[in-house]
């Protein structure tokens, strides 16, 4: 049981360029959610998902874009980085909305 | 719209002393809030979590916290700190409606003198 799994670690982007940052659980959780962590902010919510095929926008959704094909997997995407969008990002899933989320360990973005 | 403050963004204390970090929510109905702990480099890890029963909470490594609905609180503590204590503490709040979006304070780093 791997939980969440979060690829890359680290990646280096230049201005400009695009990726995808994956993420996915084994737990068959209905719930997952994208956050971005940046000093003294805390955690901030980039879009989330209550199940396949059902995506909503966050507190800081723009420049991002997902989508939820699968239970499993839910992946990230950057359609132009910049360098504030430099920050660690975090998935997360949970059974339900009000059960607690269990979280990967994390990929290091740095935009130059 | 649901909120999260954590007051003090910087803790130190002395090993063995009382752990002691704020947390105030706002929320327009009923609350399910969570405490998690992040050690350098690594995820977010549950610490204890209170979702409308006993509004005192039992949580891993002697971590404890009291829902109160009047302070609108929920203040993490601990009696006796370690120096594995030494972390980030995030205070997060969702409700049944939410859609599983957890709002996250801004955390508290926990320092521990020896």
């Known amino acids: 049981n791997a939980g969440v799994t979060q690829t890359p670690k680290f990646q280096v982007l230049k201005t400009g360029q695009s990726m995808t940052l994956q993420c996915a659980q084994d737990m068959n959780h209905e719930y997952m959610s994208w956050y971005r962590q940046d000093p003294g902010m805390g955690l901030r919510l980039i879009h989330y998902?209550?199940?396949?095929?059902?995506?909503d926008q966050g507190e800081v959704p723009n420049g991002y874009n997902v989508s939820r094909s699968t239970t499993e997997d839910f992946p990230l995407r950057l359609l132009s980085a910049a360098p504030s969008q430099t920050s660690v990002y975090f998935c997360?899933?949970?059974?339900?909305?009000?059960?607690?989320?269990?979280f990967g360990q994390g990929t290091r973005l740095t935009v130059v | 719209a649901q909120s999260v403050t954590q007051l003090g963004s910087h803790v130190s204390v002395s090993e063995g002393a009382l752990v002691l970090l704020r947390c105030n929510y706002s929320s327009s109905v009923p609350p399910y809030l969570f405490w998690y702990v992040q050690y350098p480099n690594q995820g977010l890890q549950l610490l204890l979590k209170?979702?409308?029963?006993?509004?005192l909470v039992k949580g891993i490594n002697g971590f404890e916290a009291e829902f109160k609905k009047s302070e609108t609180s929920f203040h993490l503590t601990k009696p006796s700190a370690h120096m594995s204590d030494a972390a980030e503490y995030f205070c997060a709040v969702t409700s049944y409606n939410q859609g599983g979006k957890l709002i996250f304070g801004q955390g508290t780093e926990l320092s521990v003198k020896p």
């Open positions: 998902s209550v199940g396949a095929g059902i995506t």
């Open positions: 997360a899933s949970s059974y339900t909305g009000q059960q607690e989320a269990f």
């Open positions: 209170y979702t409308s029963a006993a509004t």
